[in-house]
């Protein structure tokens, strides 16, 4: 992945032109670089897993991996100021959150063989203005943000089906038998075609005044 990755940066001319250019991504991964760092070193020097360091060096403050104050401390570690344009990028980040619908039976929940008989539930995952209630597109529920078992925030680069932090299912169901499954799963193939965190770009047909104002 990295070698992509790196041919990726060398494809934006724009991004070379001067030492300091580029988003705050680029400018983390060429300083860690010049200082002879591995993530693992530059992540345990900042207090941040290594994971987040990869996934923000691979996709940026979109992806949610590291929080303002983790940013901060990766950019103090590698003596990098954080521009007007970083704090307005991370102002706008911090406003969504990822949402899930926390019912087993709503259509987007997208049931599997956990093994072992158990059926797990990987919930739709919806990314959308943070403090505003999202009803869920599929049933109407009210959607959460945060695990049920640990409180912890859903993270972006997580498209899973359980909470990284304390393993808690996000969607606590029913375990159905094979035969169940394989009916449940075609009737809501269809609709899990887009896999992975869906952006919320316009109101859901019927979701009423909940919905954000197309920012
Ligand atoms: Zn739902
Ligand atoms: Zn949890």
């Known amino acids: 992945m990295s070698a992509t990755d790196d041919n990726q940066e060398a494809r934006k001319p ?3 032109m001067g030492a300091a250019g580029g988003p705050l991504h680029f400018r983390v991964r060429r300083a ?15 207090g941040v897993q290594q994971s987040a360091v990869s996934t923000f060096e691979r996709h940026g403050m979109g992806s949610h ?30 406003r ?5 619908c926390p019912l087993w039976e709503c259509p ?14 990987r919930p739709r995952l919806i990314r959308a ?20 078992g640990c409180g912890a925030p859903v993270p972006a680069s997580v498209a899973g089906a ?12 029913e375990s159905l038998t094979g035969a169940e ?8 193939r269809e609709l899990l075609s887009s896999s992975g965190i869906v952006d919320y770009e316009r109101p859901w047909p019927g979701s009423g005044s909940g919905a954000p104002d197309g920012a």
């Open 162 to 173: 359980f909470c990284p932090e304390c393993g808690t299912a996000y969607v606590g169901g």
């Open 129 to 148: 203005v943070a403090g505003r209630p999202l009803y869920c597109p599929d049933c109407g529920e009210l959607c959460l943000t945060a695990c049920p």
């Open 65 to 94: 991996a590291l929080s303002v104050e983790s940013l901060s401390r990766v950019a103090d570690v590698l003596g990098l100021e954080l521009t007007g344009e970083d704090a307005a990028a991370a102002a706008e980040i911090s």
């Open 108 to 121: 987007g929940a997208f049931p599997y063989d956990a093994g072992s008989g158990e059926t797990a539930y």
């Open 181 to 188: 499954l394989e009916v449940r799963l075609g009737r809501r």
């Open 32 to 46: 860690r670089r010049a200082a002879g760092l591995s993530q693992q070193e530059l992540a345990s020097r900042a």
């Open 96 to 100: 969504v959150a990822v949402h899930f």
């Open 14 to 16: 724009g991004e070379s």
